[in-house]
């Protein structure tokens, strides 16, 4: 099977959807399976691009987040694509290569296919002028594109003149997903590696079948991890509980690094493994909490690095809330044989009450509390572990893609002939 992934976020940015890509596109091969990655082109000049089976789009930067390219929409796009001969296509975005992906498909007659990673709309309380800007031009250019009626979210503007800036907020999420619906409305099936997120998706409109398959990830590579192999020193007695993500202002970062000042076990540190535009604030949080070195910034790791980093530590926390959808480092957390420690209950795959703790609420005391109780407690950590070895089995990645092959070829053989 020949398969195309269009994605409008690939390496070299590493964050959670480009693990899953490359996941997923590593059991496909392993399976028998070629697979091509469509992408923007980086705008780097240092960066070198030697994979034979990634396919560049011309682009320029968003300047949205983090200056990021994004292909360019112009007319005969799609036909350049056209000598690749896919079998169908998966898109892994919303925006512009979905667009893209959706045109190829057309002139192909195969299926499209998309998976929503991301939450988008829970960014608006962090990049409120960004998700804005972003919405307003979505709901202009949807039906510019795909020629449907608009989808406003008023039908006059005077609706809006007496609502509160937190009504208006809440208008503009709902907006975001009815968006969100319709796009997928436009390919032939959705996937949501969620149960939570297919539930939002079907109930703001979305039509097309809808397929719950959860991201997948080499369980043996961090069952193998060693801890030897951190770059970390922990030394005797320590206990460090560690935070894989981006750090910027979704990731809620900030809210451990408060935990930590709370904390009565003096001897536990927090690992901030990642890199984003709150490293700077962060690090000045840290200093004003006086805090020193019970707080360690590991910037940007490898894979390899995160494992090992991973097989060190004693606990996982991630006090993101209402923005992750099925987060990898989760997956990556309970396969290293991690106790987890969370505040958001819409985070159910992969954690339950015998390997996880769902703090009490989402500020810096609940967290410390949780801490506090789970560092005190070896035996119960040690149950804990072993839970979520068991649990992440469930995860491995060859498995999910049989399930994924399975619906692939479902919509190859349902697509009608052309006549």
């Known amino acids: 099977m020949k398969i195309a992934f269009f994605t409008d976020d690939y390496l070299p940015y590493v964050h959670g959807v ?16 070629e697979v091509w990655i469509v992408a923007p082109k ?16 011309p682009s320029v930067n968003s300047y949205i987040f983090d200056k990021r390219p994004v292909s360019l929409l112009y007319p ?5 694509l056209d000598p690749y001969d896919f079998d169908i296509i998966h898109s892994q975005t919303q925006f512009y290569l979905f667009a893209i992906a959706g045109m190829v498909a057309k002139r192909k007659n195969i299926p499209h296919i998309s998976t929503v990673h991301t939450l988008y709309t829970e960014l608006l309380d962090d990049y409120p002028t960004a998700v ?8 202009i250019g949807f039906p510019f594109v795909y020629k449907t009626k608009p989808i406003l979210p008023f039908t006059s503007a005077s609706e809006i003149r007496e609502l509160t800036l937190a009504e208006k907020g809440e208008i503009r999420k709902k907006q975001g997903w009815r968006l969100m619906a319709a796009c997928l409305n436009q390919a032939d099936g959705g996937v949501a590696p969620s149960k939570h997120l297919s539930k939002t998706l079907i109930d703001s409109g979305a039509e097309v079948p809808m397929h719950i398959l959860t991201n997948g990830i080499d369980t043996q590579m961090f069952a193998n991890a060693r ?20 750090i910027s202002g979704e990731k809620r970062q900030y809210v451990l690094i408060e935990a930590m000042k709370l904390l009565r076990n003096k001897h536990a540190k927090l690992v901030l493994v990642g890199d984003g535009p709150e490293t700077d604030t962060l690090k000045a949080l840290v200093k004003q909490l006086r805090l020193g070195k019970r707080v360690i910034f590991t910037g940007i790791q490898t894979p390899d690095t995160i494992a ?12 993101s809330y209402r923005f992750d959808n099925q987060p990898m480092v989760i997956l990556e957390a309970i396969a290293s044989g991690l106790p987890v420690v969370y505040c958001d209950d819409n985070l159910r795959e ?11 609420d989402t500020e810096a005391d609940a967290f410390a509390s949780a801490f506090d109780e789970l560092l005190a407690d070896p035996a119960r950590m040690k149950r804990m572990s072993a839970a979520s070895v068991k649990q992440s089995a469930k995860f491995e990645r060859s498995v999910l893609t049989k399930k994924l092959v399975k619906l692939y070829q479902q919509y190859i053989d349902q697509m009608p002939a052309v006549e």
Do not use: W
């Open 42 to 57: 980086p705008r780097q000049k240092d960066f070198e691009d030697d994979d034979d089976h990634v396919i560049r789009l």
């Open 76 to 80: 005969g796009i799609a036909r350049k």
């Open 227 to 246: 801890a030897a192999d951190s770059p970390l020193k922990k030394a005797r007695g320590e206990q460090f509980i560690v935070c894989v993500a981006r």
């Open 132 to 139: 804005t800007a972003g919405l307003i031009a979505v709901s």
């Open 350 to 360: 992969g954690l339950t009450k015998h390997n996880a703790l769902l703090t009490e």
């Open 18 to 33: 480009t693990r899953s890509i490359q996941n997923y596109r590593e059991a496909l091969e392993a399976q028998g399976h």
């Open 308 to 319: 090992a980093i991973m097989k060190q530590a004693d606990l996982f926390v991630l006090p």
